[in-house]
């Protein structure tokens, strides 16, 4: 598994080395005009979910009282904060290409750089709002656990699912545009077929196995686990992996594929 995933992030990593310059400037212009004419700028990356975590702390701790030995705000940032680096990124990069079309008819370099740069940006506002979580974990005394090391496979695992879905849908919604609209829908339904605001063990037994398949619920799952000790279930874990690989090489060669008629498309 390790050998796999270095083989991958090699492959990743090569375009960074090759036009590093022009990703750099592709970075720093996503991240310029999200929050550009902004008030408070780059701070919206911690008011959005802060806000979001009142809202759910609200209607599923209070009301709906849902039973952890972890305090609930700190429960649920342990899975929103990663759950909104996936679902952001693959937003924002099915929309890449179609908002880069000047670039894609006058200049020379690996398209996949466009739907990496968002990708990267992305995780720039996910590195920014784990202050957030940070501070929930000395508000609340808890712990950093031993198997905090566990968080990075399991973000390289979220990453390699990521890229591997954005570089389909990017290269998808050049051809047809609802896929933007019909990707929104979808990543609302996945978050809720996701144990992001709620915990595993809500999920009736019977179809616990079906649910399981779904490559982000032993992503999210193992983050809690790294975070707050609770016990691996390894099985789901290289389950995600296996089924992100896969993703992976599949959308990698969806855009590769199509990647020669971009110019012609835009």
Do not use: C
Not at 29 to 50: C, D, H, M, T
Not at 189 to 211: H, I, N, Q, R
């Amino acid at each position: 598994m390790i050998y796999h995933m270095f083989q991958i992030a090699k492959n990743l990593a090569r375009p960074f080395r090759t036009h590093k310059y022009l990703l750099l400037q592709l970075i720093q212009r996503e991240i310029k005009a999200r929050y550009k004419q902004s008030i408070i700028g780059y701070f919206w990356v911690l008011l959005n979910p802060l806000a979001q975590m009142l809202i759910y702390t609200f209607v599923f701790s209070m009301i709906f009282r849902f039973p952890s030995s972890i305090p609930y705000p700190a429960f649920l940032l342990a899975a929103l904060l990663p759950w909104t680096f996936f679902s952001g990124s693959l937003v924002s990069a099915t929309n890449s290409l179609v908002g880069n079309d000047t670039l894609l008819k006058k200049v020379a370099f690996p398209r996949e750089i466009i739907p990496y740069s968002v990708i990267v940006a992305k995780g720039i506002d996910f590195l920014f709002a784990t202050l957030i979580f940070i501070a929930l974990l000395l508000y609340y005394q808890l712990p950093i656990t031993s198997s905090i090391w566990m968080f990075i496979p399991l973000l390289t695992i979220q990453i390699i699912l990521t890229v591997g879905i954005s570089l389909a849908l990017s290269a998808f919604n050049l051809f047809y545009r609802d896929i933007q609209y019909l990707a929104n829908l979808l990543i609302t339904v996945w978050m809720y077929l996701t144990p992001v605001v709620y915990p595993l063990s809500l999920v009736p037994k019977e179809f616990v196995w079906l649910y399981k398949l779904n490559p982000m619920v032993g992503i999210i799952e193992g983050y809690r686990s790294a975070l707050f000790n609770f016990p691996f279930e390894y099985s789901i874990i290289i389950w995600s992996f296996w089924v992100s690989i896969i993703v992976f090489i599949l959308g990698f060669i969806v855009f590769k594929k199509l990647e020669g008629t971009f110019a012609d498309i835009v």
